[in-house]
T-cell receptor
Framework: EAQVTQNPRYLITVTGKKLTVTCSQNMNHEYMSWYRQDPGLGLRQIYYSMNVEVTDKGDVPEGYKVSRKEKRNFPLILESPSPNQTSLYFCASSWSSYNSPLHFGNGTRLTVT | EDQVTQSPEALRLQEGESSSLNCSYT??????LFWYRQDPGKGPEFLFT???AGEEKEKERLKATLTKKESFLHITAPKPEDSATYLCAVQATGANNLFFGTGTRLTVIP
């Protein structure tokens, strides 16, 4: 089944404790992206990747890192999480960045205390 | 600056009561407008892409239309299973990302 898989689904952590949210897709998509979703603000892009070893900042990149060493994986790294990063995070992928529908994972709900 | 405004924020309909959701957008040049459906606890699911004014697309009880300033998602004779949040997103010319609206939360009452 074609899908984008994120782990974990739920994560509670403390301020400053490094964490990684994994994302994997099995559709051989070139484009991958991370979004956060907050009430009243909608989905906002954090980082995206056009292909392996190519990443770029989205609209809200501060406090986040990503890497794209393999085509299928696109982990999101929070090196020193803060409470304002408490949010619902979605990974998405598509064939290209050009008019190609995004396929989303089921989200990771992160709480930073 | 790209902007997407969806209205209403929430909509309650009786089963069978048709209505429309609105997505107003401002972009320097439109590459594409996307509609997604999001169920609670899940990621958004793609519905339609519209590229140019006058274009229409249909899927079951849903029909999306596009003008130069807005898009409508028409829901004909909705059923309870159509209850979800509907998201609109635009991609500007030359952009590598989508800009999302905050969505319309639709509830269809049996």
């Amino acid at each position: 089944e074609a899908q984008v898989t994120q782990n974990p689904r739920y994560l509670i952590t403390v301020t400053g404790k490094k964490l990684t949210v994994t994302c994997s897709q099995n559709m051989n998509h070139e484009y991958m992206s991370w979004y956060r979703q907050d009430p009243g603000l909608g989905l906002r892009q954090i980082y995206y990747s056009m292909n392996v070893e190519v990443t770029d900042k989205g609209d809200v990149p501060e406090g986040y890192k990503v890497s794209r060493k393999e085509k299928r994986n696109f982990p999101l790294i929070l090196e020193s999480p803060s409470p304002n990063q408490t949010s619902l995070y979605f990974c998405a992928s598509s064939w290209s960045s050009y008019n190609s529908p995004l396929h989303f994972g089921n989200g990771t709900r992160l709480t930073v205390t | 600056e790209d902007q997407v405004t969806q209205s209403p924020e929430a909509l309650r309909l009786q089963e069978g009561e048709s209505s429309s959701l609105n997505c107003s957008y401002t972009v320097s040049g439109l590459r594409g407008l996307f509609w997604y459906r999001q169920d609670p606890g899940k990621g958004p699911e793609f519905l339609f892409t519209l590229y140019s004014a006058g274009e229409e697309k249909e899927k079951e009880r849903l029909k999306a239309t596009l003008t130069k300033k807005e898009s409508f998602l028409h829901i004909t004779a909705p059923k309870p299973e159509d209850s979800a949040t509907y998201l609109c997103a635009v991609q500007a010319t030359g952009a590598n990302n989508l800009f999302f609206g905050t969505g319309t939360r639709l509830t269809v009452i049996p």
